[in-house]
């Protein structure tokens, strides 16, 4: 009996720690759909004020967008993000762009100007601690969270199936999005994100001196 009840202890080890190591998501190392949003607090916008997930709490949906002023595939999405929010700003979802790179041509004083020449009618948020990208798990830019009214995470990767915006057939977060509103559950809820690295700051390592 003892021995019975060692091996079913050591099965129950094994698999827990197998699930331990599987990823959160398919394409997502840290959330899954159906976990709760990561909420931040006070982030800068270009337009002078700060914003908090909570600022969107009358919100249906939300849409945050992790994206930057100098990766092309994010400069190919600026339109696209343009009408997306004009379409569904109307039915109560909020857009939210999110930049984390520090190199000079993604801070905020650039940032200012790219909103202004593009007209950006949404927030567009700058995060120097880079905190917010690493809790959504974002790897890339441009990457889409669709959020719902619970701020479940529902969908999440790619705006669509052509990063370029030449020829799209499937525009995964206007399906999510419609779903959602409709009160019904996203069939596609993670796609492949496709656009440049987030430039993430490197950790230097230091050195330990040894005592002679």
């Known amino acids: 009996m003892a021995t019975t009840r060692l091996l079913l202890l050591m099965m129950l080890v094994t698999l827990l720690s197998q699930m331990s190591s599987l990823p959160a998501g398919k394409y997502n190392a840290t959330l899954s759909p159906g976990d709760d949003a990561p909420a931040w607090e006070s982030l800068a916008g270009v337009d002078g004020k700060d914003y908090s997930l909570s600022d969107f709490e009358s919100s249906k949906a939300v849409v945050v967008v992790f994206t930057c002023n100098s990766c092309p595939y994010a400069v190919d999405v600026e339109d696209r993000l343009l009408n997306l929010h004009k379409k569904y700003s109307k039915q109560g979802v909020a857009l939210v762009a999110i930049n984390v790179n520090k190199v000079e041509a993604d801070l905020l004083p650039a940032m200012k100007e790219k909103a202004k020449d593009k007209g950006f009618q949404f927030p567009y948020l700058f995060d120097e601690t880079q905190k917010i990208a690493k809790d959504f798990g974002a790897k890339r830019t441009p990457e889409f969270f669709v959020l719902d009214q619970d701020r479940k995470v529902v ?8 990063p370029e915006g030449k020829k799209i057939d499937k525009r995964y977060v206007e399906v999510a999005l419609d779903r959602t509103l409709a009160g019904n559950k996203v069939e596609l809820a993670e796609t492949i994100p496709v656009g440049c690295a987030v430039r993430f700051e490197r950790t230097r390592r230091t050195r330990k ?4």
Do not use: E
């Not at 969908?155 to 052509?162: E, F, I, Q, V």
């Not at 001196?209 to 002679?212: A, E, G, T």
């Open 155 to 162: 969908y999440m990767g790619a705006l669509d199936d052509s």
């Open 209 to 212: 001196v040894r005592k002679r």
